[in-house]
């Protein structure tokens, strides 16, 4: 019987590994902190970078793909899970806490072991969810597809920290004393950004890295041809999220969103792909569907729990790819800068929601500012001595944006007032909305309330709460009405039961500003009387922002007696 068991356990794996092998490999190339701007295969001004440029003249090159979010771990987060991070519950960068992912739902590459692929990870992983133990095979600075069994297929992610953002923490001599490959002279400076010889310099710096990124590119993919598995194995090239200059990386523009894609697929898997080699493709992607790709291309089933849709292989026709125009992204916290933004672009039209509008993207994040660039902008705003478009990232925004990205690449134009445009936004607003409502999307509560009461089940915990977070996001939609047909609902929030409605009420007046002028008396005994927190704190902001009352008491106090840190 014991010899039986074992011979009958040999012939499955013998079947799992020889079924495996009749599968492609599949390797992602990652580079960090990388948008898509800053390569000549995309921008005539990027650098050159011969080895992805020779992937592209083999492969396809995806000209709409974008990372869900502009920060490492919310991105990588929603990579591995293939999930939406604000209805999963990681759209927080650093996390409080890690939460578990959806009953019956796992990190995707578990689905490729049990098909019977070896699964590495060189080396980052960065999740904002439980891993699980049956993810990789091998994940450390050391993974390799080389400790796969002979013949067995894999797939195997190789990063590479060559472009990130830690690259440009670079000192006033290092820059006297570095002069870069790229000549600071040809770059472009982006019209929000000012033109200084350091923001010349910084732009140069970063393209000379790509350059280095590359070559190291090279060296893996020479790797995998004298390896022998070449032939066999399809190619991810992209970059983990947006680029590092600032307003990039950390804040929900293209900048930040818009990534680099390549797939290139041997000639013994061309018909996994919709398109022959050397095209360019048009299909919005998201990170959100490149798991589903993946198990899709492996021929592994997808699970109905996953968000993401895959854009390759089998039952992927050139029809329906031609009908996703759309991608879905997202901000929340970025260390300590706090931030609440959702974005829809659709086709060439870029709808951003800012649910906290006075939130300024310049707020400190530590971080950021070790870069002498940011700190340059802070102090030529400060000096009075910048443009309006550069002065931009310094002030109080709308709270909905609408920018036509063909004409406007930089996204310095705000159409959201022009009647010209009035559809197109109706039309973004809806479906962005919808979007939320449908999810449901965690963030109308705020993180401390969700720590403590939400990261059990996140996912069963917004399904529990959808009808009071569409709720919410009713009234967070207030801020974009005017405010004499607001005025009546913004009451009717100030005076619920629901400490959360009251919440948005205020955040809502917080967006009007002065406008909102009709709820200072009722503000302030809410700052006084209010038996929630985060609802004092609330009517405190709108009164420092408006200056109708001075915060600085209250939040001493409130920090002094709260007992959750």
Request: aromatic letters at 12%; a negative charge.
């Amino acid at each position: 019987m014991k010899n039986s068991l074992l011979l009958t356990l040999l012939i499955a794996l013998t079947g799992l590994v020889a079924s495996a092998a009749d599968r492609p490999n599949i390797v992602w190339i990652v580079s960090e902190d990388n948008g898509a701007t800053h390569l000549r295969l995309y921008n005539p001004q990027g650098a050159p970078t011969p080895n992805i440029e020779s992937l592209a003249a083999e492969g396809i090159t995806f000209d709409h793909a974008f990372s869900n979010a502009p920060v490492c771990s919310v991105a990588r987060s929603t990579l591995i899970s293939s999930s939406y991070a604000p209805r999963i519950g990681v759209q927080f960068h650093r996390r409080s806490a890690l939460v578990p992912l959806p009953q019956n739902h796992r990190m995707f590459p578990s689905y490729l072991r049990d098909a019977g692929y070896y699964t590495s990870n060189n080396s980052k992983e960065d999740y904002n969810a439980f891993k699980g133990p049956d993810v990789w095979d091998e994940s450390s600075n050391k993974a390799s597809y080389r400790n796969r069994e002979q013949g067995q297929s894999f797939f195997h992610v190789q990063n590479f920290g060559t472009t990130h953002e830690g690259q440009l923490f670079f000192t006033a001599e290092q820059m006297a004393n570095e002069p870069t490959q790229t000549d600071p002279a040809t770059v472009r400076v982006p019209d929000y950004l000012p033109d200084t010889p350091l923001f010349r310099y910084t732009v140069a710096r970063y393209l000379d890295l790509q350059m280095k990124m590359d070559a190291e590119v090279g060296k893996f993919i020479a790797q995998l041809e004298a390896d022998g598995v070449l032939d066999n194995t399809i190619i991810f090239y992209y970059g983990d999220h947006g680029g590092i200059m600032p307003r990039s990386k950390g804040y929900a523009y293209e900048t930040g969103l818009h990534i680099p894609l390549v797939v290139r697929a041997p000639a013994k898997w061309q018909h996994l792909v919709h398109k022959q080699p050397s095209t360019r493709d048009d299909t919005f992607v998201g990170f959100v569907d490149f798991g589903a790709t993946v198990l899709n291309l492996a021929g592994v089933d997808v699970p109905d729990a996953f968000d993401g849709r895959p854009f390759l292989g089998r039952g992927v026709h050139t029809l329906l790819l031609a009908e996703r125009n759309e991608v879905f992204g997202y901000a929340d916290r970025f260390d300590e800068k706090t931030d609440f933004v959702r974005t829809l672009r659709r086709d060439n039209f870029k709808y951003m929601r800012n649910y906290t509008p006075f939130t300024v993207d310049m707020l400190q994040n530590n971080y950021r500012y070790r870069q002498l660039a940011y700190r340059e902008w802070r102090r030529l705003y400060r000096a009075g001595e910048l443009t309006p478009e550069q002065a931009q990232f310094f002030e109080p925004r709308a709270p909905e944006a609408l920018y036509d990205i063909s004409k406007d690449p930089d996204e310095i134009n705000n159409l959201a007032d022009d009647p010209a445009y009035r559809e197109i936004l109706n039309n973004l607003r809806w479906r962005l909305t919808t979007r939320l409502k449908d999810m449901p999307d965690l963030s109308f509560y705020p993180e401390s309330i969700l720590t403590t009461t939400a990261w059990q089940n996140p996912t069963q915990f917004g399904q529990n709460h959808q009808a009071e977070i569409a709720q919410l996001i009713d009234i967070a939609n207030l801020a974009v009405q005017p405010f004499a047909k607001a005025q009546p609902k913004i009451a009717a929030a100030l005076s619920s039961t629901n400490p959360w409605e009251r919440y948005w009420g205020l955040i809502v007046c917080s967006s009007f500003a002065e406008e909102a002028s009709d709820f200072y008396v009722r503000a302030s005994h809410i700052a006084k009387t209010d038996d929630t927190t985060h609802v004092r704190v609330r009517a405190a902001e709108f009164l420092g922002i408006t200056g109708a009352g001075d915060p600085v008491p209250l939040l001493h106090q409130e920090l002094a007696e709260s007992t959750d840190s």
